[in-house]
């Protein structure tokens, strides 16, 4: 079982995005996926039909803390991706970790690996939001890959040199975490800014990039208002598609078969 985590410290580069359309694009090619919203503004929630509200604290990541199966706290979604959802609860998850025995560090690793004795999934994708701290550490302990989708932005620059050090420091834990990659999301691929800052990356981090890149389209933005992934909103073609289904084959490739 493969776990992606989709984290960087800075908000609004795209990580619900992301961790939607991953989603889609794995289960597209038939393998059986969940994601796991461990982002308070469950944006990831709402755009897969289950928003925040719609479910009780104890349905989320929440409901694991006090005892309850991860497999008690799916819910079906229509692109064929299980959830596990966010709650306004959340907010108080990085307390709770923090009360946890070995400060939570293992609640999520260890809920998978009862997940996995109980019923089968291939891809696992969570879902942070702009954290650092107990919450990013707790997922980068469970997780095999650690995706940073980031913006021609001198502050994401800055954010992903502190997300380094955070996968760094996991990796002295969890032996299978191997290692973090770089998303290149929401790129204008003529805009001098973005060539500028993608020229800094190739020089720091050429061994992290991944070779897909997501440009600006708006029928990403026009399927997430519709809450529906790209793969099943209407207005979305196939070259927007083909972006997720490029990005779904680098990881298949990189990790291997599942």
């Not at 879902?127 to 997780?143: Q, S, Y």
Request: glycine share 6%.
């Amino acid at each position: 079982m493969h776990v992606y985590t989709l984290g960087m410290e800075k908000g609004g580069v795209g990580k619900s995005t992301v961790a939607v359309n991953l989603a889609a694009g794995f289960a597209q090619a038939s393998l059986r996926v969940l994601l796991i919203d461990l982002d308070v503004q469950g944006h990831a929630s709402y755009w897969l039909g289950i928003p925040k509200r719609s479910v009780q604290a104890q349905e989320s990541f929440l409901g694991v803390l006090n005892r309850r199966s991860l497999s008690a706290c799916i819910h079906p979604t229509a692109e064929h991706v299980d959830l596990v959802p966010a709650h306004d609860d959340l907010v108080a998850l990085p307390s709770l970790l923090m009360t946890a025995p070995n400060n939570g560090l293992f609640v999520l690793k260890r809920a998978l690996e009862q997940l996995a004795s109980e019923q089968t999934y291939d891809v696992v994708v969570v879902d942070l939001g702009p954290v650092r701290g107990a919450i990013l550490a707790t997922a980068l302990a469970a997780a095999t890959r650690c995706i940073a989708p980031v913006q021609a932005e001198d502050l994401v620059l800055q954010s992903f040199r502190d997300l380094v050090d955070s996968v760094e420091d996991a990796r002295q834990i969890n032996g299978q975490l191997r290692g973090l990659s770089i998303l290149r999301n929401k790129y204008s691929t003529r805009g001098s800014l973005d060539q500028v800052f993608d020229q800094a990356l190739q020089v720091e981090y050429a061994v992290n990039l991944l070779q897909t890149i997501i440009p600006v389209r708006a029928p990403i933005r026009y399927a997430a208002a519709s809450q529906q992934s790209v793969f099943q909103y209407p207005g979305a073609d196939a070259e927007v598609r083909g972006y997720f289904v490029s990005l779904v084959s680098e990881l298949i490739n990189l990790d291997g078969v599942i």
